[in-house]
């Protein structure tokens, strides 16, 4: 017997099953496409790394000379013409996906040592230009909480709401991060939240790993200005980029690592959690998220928290 339904009803399943656009006919693998662009993204850095490193191996040797290579009297020295010197290439600023260079990259780090408290570290954000990220995005999505907090959790990217309102998880995932810190004692004025990434990529993209590493510098000086006691990366993105554990993140939540820097005096300590999102797409991680949010309640406990 066929059952017939509305195409309303079929929708409506579609929504509730994570459905949000619809391109063709054919299914894609999406899980072997991010695999294989995975891969491409890395041959392609190391090739452009091994073309840098020849290309300043062949530079010749230039000795030092008071003018500039071309010459600032038009050519001619002592009334006598001067003869041509060939000024080596420039050392080749690297682009890698997503539009962002080493350069970019350098002065990130620079702004971010310099910030001396969130306040400023969040002004720096504001004026800075080297990720690409901010040209499409309507607002910077810095961080918001307790700025002296014992706990700080890091998501991935900004979603549409977060987007709109300038602020990390304030769409429903962040409505379910409210109920998790409830459920152990916890809520926002006693915490920071904030993402590795500080702008939404177009389309809730993957951020690729350059733009992810521009912005690391100003994550990590966050976390060093806050100083909290315990330091919770919420997904796979975010687990990734600051704990340095590659792998599925359903083998990495749960277990304990240390975070530290250069700058830091010590270490803290750092766990991973099932990001929001993904809980409410995938209600079967519940279980597990709760079993984590326990071990985190009892860490703050041991420290005294």
């Given at each position: 017997m066929e059952l017939l339904q509305h195409p309303q009803q079929i929708l409506a399943w579609y929504v509730d099953a994570g459905v949000d656009e619809a391109i063709g006919e054919a299914p894609l693998d999406r899980?072997?496409?991010?695999?294989?662009?995975?891969?491409?993204?890395?041959?392609?850095?190391?090739?452009?790394?091994?073309?840098?490193?020849?290309?300043?191996?062949?530079?010749?040797?230039?000795?030092?000379?008071?003018?500039?290579?071309?010459?600032?009297?038009?050519?001619?020295?002592?009334g006598r013409e001067s003869t041509p010197t060939l000024a080596p290439p420039l050392a080749p600023v690297r682009a890698v996906e997503g539009g962002v260079s080493d350069e970019q990259?350098?002065?990130?780090?620079?702004?971010?040592?310099?910030?001396?408290?969130?306040?400023?570290?969040?002004?720096?954000?504001?004026?800075?230009?080297?990720?690409?990220?901010?040209?499409?995005?309507?607002?910077?999505?810095?961080?918001?909480?307790?700025?002296?907090?014992?706990?700080?959790?890091?998501?991935?990217?900004?979603?549409?709401?977060?987007d709109r309102q300038g602020a990390p998880f304030v769409g429903p995932g962040g409505q379910l991060l409210d109920?998790?810190?409830?459920?152990?004692?916890?809520?926002?004025?006693?915490?920071?939240?904030?993402?590795?990434?500080?702008?939404?990529?177009?389309?809730n993209r993957t951020p690729h790993a350059s733009e992810v590493a521009v912005c690391l510098p100003f994550v990590e000086r966050l976390i060093e200005?806050?100083?909290?006691?315990?330091?919770?990366?919420?997904?796979g993105p975010a687990t990734h980029a600051l704990l340095a554990q590659q792998g599925n993140v359903a083998k990495l939540v749960g277990r304990w690592f240390t975070f530290e820097t250069s700058r830091m005096s010590h270490p803290i300590a750092a766990t991973a959690l099932h990001h929001p999102d993904s809980l409410i797409k995938t209600p079967a991680y519940k279980r597990q998220a709760w079993q984590n949010l326990l071990a985190i309640r009892q860490k703050l406990n041991e420290l005294g928290l």
């Open positions: 899980f072997a496409l991010a695999g294989q662009a995975q891969a491409s993204r890395a041959a392609q850095a190391e090739a452009l790394l091994k073309a840098a490193e020849t290309e300043r191996a062949a530079q010749p040797f230039k000795a030092p000379d008071a003018r500039d290579a071309r010459g600032r009297d038009g050519g001619r020295e002592s990259i350098k002065s990130a780090v620079a702004l971010a040592a310099a910030a001396k408290s969130v306040d400023e570290l969040s002004a720096a954000l504001q004026g800075f230009d080297g990720c690409p990220l901010k040209k499409s995005a309507m607002n910077l999505v810095f961080g918001a909480g307790n700025s002296a907090a014992k706990v700080v959790l890091i998501g991935d990217v900004p979603g549409a709401d977060e109920k998790m810190l409830a459920s152990i004692g916890l809520d926002r004025a006693q915490v920071y939240v904030a993402n590795t990434v500080f702008w939404r990529p177009p389309g200005l806050i100083d909290p006691a315990v330091l919770v990366t919420l997904g």
